[in-house]
């Protein structure tokens, strides 16, 4: 198929370019750099984490084959057991079901059945094959194969023809790498991964708008022990804004509080969770990252019916005080020990009385969410390691860094956070500085820290009343205007404090990366850094703010320009026939 080159322009990032076309065609946003640089970071972790647990345990396999003439069992036997103490450990790749349903092409390409040669015990690792389940451009796919080492095959879909033919013509623009690791489909990502269970080392699930229709098929798609990398940017629903819509969609209803970009990141986490369950499987996160105008979350997704049962320990549902910033969470189940049994129980409630404790105002209910870890810290820590040892290969790499330190710093077992702004608000005083009421909790034998979702959120394990009591201390110190009796701040300031803070600068009321003035929440690189319009959609001057104003005038110049030409050509074809 012949085309004009002047018709498209060359867009370039990381080791991949792309043809766009001048119309609004397939859908492309050059903010999304920062989620594919981020998400090729964790994909190289991946890899690499992939391949250390096969050796491990091949060599495991190795050392049981090797007792055999000691013990006389038999291979069947070995093989058995070491897949049973692999299921417990939680850690390697399982087999995969169903083999009976298979061809024998048609296998698990994490961890092949080991063949025993001589005494010894032999498995092949096969290159992790990967689903680009939306692909619009093609982009991500492109860059996955030409700039991640030791991935095998990449496979784009979507649902649109258009997209499918750019995303063709842009696999050929880029070469012999692109063209023998991506292939190009058209289908529909929820049907394709349902009729490939088990089947990609790798989903990646990046949606316009909400991915919860894709995710019963994408759990059922990966291998155990791979992984789902997930994109939500419908952020006005995950965030509180329409509550019973979030509920319709994930399943749990949002809270519209300081941290509620954090708790868009844990309903997200618990809506795949719900699904995984639905299959005997479960998520284990190694990064949950809210950036720009979306969250994305990476976990990794395993098989055990007896792991599964952990899945209530997990959930919480969370009380929100309507008067002050007191939250409480509610788990929903939780396992009581006898000798060597574990009973799993619900959990004991409520954790709140009818009124807050607080100021007497009362609660508002939201969830269920995660409340268990969304990261995983040696995996950010190897992944931001791995960021700084080529920085030259990531072209956000200010900003991805600047958000995985922020993450290697955060307290990994305190759901949520709280603002310093909102409980001074609360009080109507002067507000400390971060380091001094930090430098209060850690005295008062806390701990704290920030969060990347907020550079003004503080998470602490520490409970509210001792919040609270040191926000009395400091009101004392920097006392406030007379309040109305019945407002939230009077009720909190009528109580004398239990605890007397020490505001004395503590020694980790800084954390490293603040001592060392590293740079953690950058500005936006350009303006107009956000969401864009829909491919399809024809673009107007009342897109101005979602694109910028020079964009949309070059965009309505060129479908003026294009209305010009096809005008010219009805005229000659309508004088066409006079002239005859």
């Avoid at 996955?144 to 649902?159: F, H, K």
């Avoid at 105002?361 to 791995?386: R, Y």
């Avoid at 001094?436 to 990347?452: D, E």
């Amino acid at each position: 198929m012949s085309m004009d080159l002047n018709d498209y322009t060359i867009i370039k990032e990381g080791e991949a370019e792309i043809l766009m076309h001048a119309k609004n065609e397939v859908f492309y946003n050059k903010t999304q750099v920062n989620n594919r640089d981020m998400s090729i970071a964790v994909l190289r972790t991946f890899i690499s984490r992939w391949k250390q647990e096969h050796e491990a345990l091949l060599s495991k396999r190795n050392k049981s084959a090797a007792k055999l003439p000691e013990n006389n069992v038999t291979v069947s036997e070995v093989a058995d057991t070491l897949n049973d103490s692999d299921m417990n450990t939680e850690k390697s790749n399982e087999e995969c079901e169903g083999p009976a349903e298979k061809s024998q092409d048609d296998t698990c390409t994490t961890s092949e059945e080991p063949v025993k040669t001589e005494g010894k015990v032999r498995g092949e690792l096969k290159p992790p094959r990967v689903l680009e389940a939306l692909s619009a451009s093609g982009l991500r796919a492109l860059r996955y194969a030409r700039e991640v080492e030791g991935i095998g095959q990449v496979v784009a879909l979507d649902n649109d023809k258009g997209a499918v033919e750019a995303c063709q013509r842009n696999i050929k623009f880029n070469g012999s790498v692109a063209c023998s690791k991506v292939e190009s489909h058209l289908a529909d990502a929820r049907v394709y991964m349902l009729t490939n269970p088990k089947e990609f080392d790798v989903v990646d699930l990046d949606p316009y708008g909400s991915p919860s229709v894709f995710l019963d098929s994408a759990v059922q798609s990966v291998l155990d022990g791979g992984m789902l990398m997930c994109t939500a940017t419908d952020m006005a629903v995950l965030c509180g804004g329409n509550g019973e819509v979030c509920y319709s969609k994930y399943g749990s209803y949002p809270l519209r509080g300081k941290y509620c970009h954090e708790m868009a990141l844990r309903i997200l986490l618990a809506c795949i969770e719900s699904h995984a369950n639905r299959y005997k499987r479960y998520i284990v996160p190694v990064l949950s990252v809210q950036m720009d105008f979306y969250v994305r979350v990476f976990v990794r997704i395993y098989t055990s019916a007896s792991a599964m049962k952990n899945t209530p320990l997990k959930l919480s549902y969370v009380y929100q005080c309507t008067g002050c910033d007191a939250f409480h969470l509610q788990p929903i189940g939780r396992t009581v020990s006898k000798n060597t049994s574990v009973r799993y129980l619900p959990g004991f409630a409520p954790v709140v009385p009818q009124e807050c404790s607080h100021c007497q105002k009362k609660f508002n209910m939201g969830g269920p969410i995660w409340s268990a870890a969304i990261h995983d810290q040696e995996w950010v820590t190897n992944i931001l390691s791995d960021v700084k040892s080529m920085k030259d290969r990531y072209p956000a790499y200010d900003r991805i860094s600047a958000v995985l330190t922020t993450i290697s710093e955060e307290l990994p077992d305190v759901p949520l956070f709280l603002s310093l702004h909102n409980l001074c608000a609360t009080l109507k005083c002067t507000s400390p500085s971060a380091v001094i009421f930090r430098s209060a909790v850690i005295n008062a034998g806390y701990r704290i820290s920030g969060t990347h979702v907020n550079p003004l959120g503080l998470k602490s394990d520490a409970p509210m009343e001792v919040i609270w009591d040191i926000m009395r201390c400091w009101v004392k110190n920097h006392p406030v205007k007379a309040q109305p009796a019945d407002q939230p701040g009077s009720v909190i300031l009528a109580k004398e404090p239990v605890l007397q803070a020490n505001f004395a600068r503590a020694v980790a009321s800084l954390s490293k990366a603040q001592a060392k003035k590293v740079a953690r929440f950058l500005p936006n690189p350009e303006r107009h850094w956000g969401p864009k319009l829909r491919a399809g959609r024809q673009i107007t001057s009342k897109h101005i703010s979602l694109l910028g104003e020079e964009k949309v005038n070059g965009c309505l110049s060129h479908q003026d320009s294009e209305l010009d030409a096809k005008r010219q050509k009805i005229e000659k074809l309508e004088d066409a026939p006079a002239e005859s």
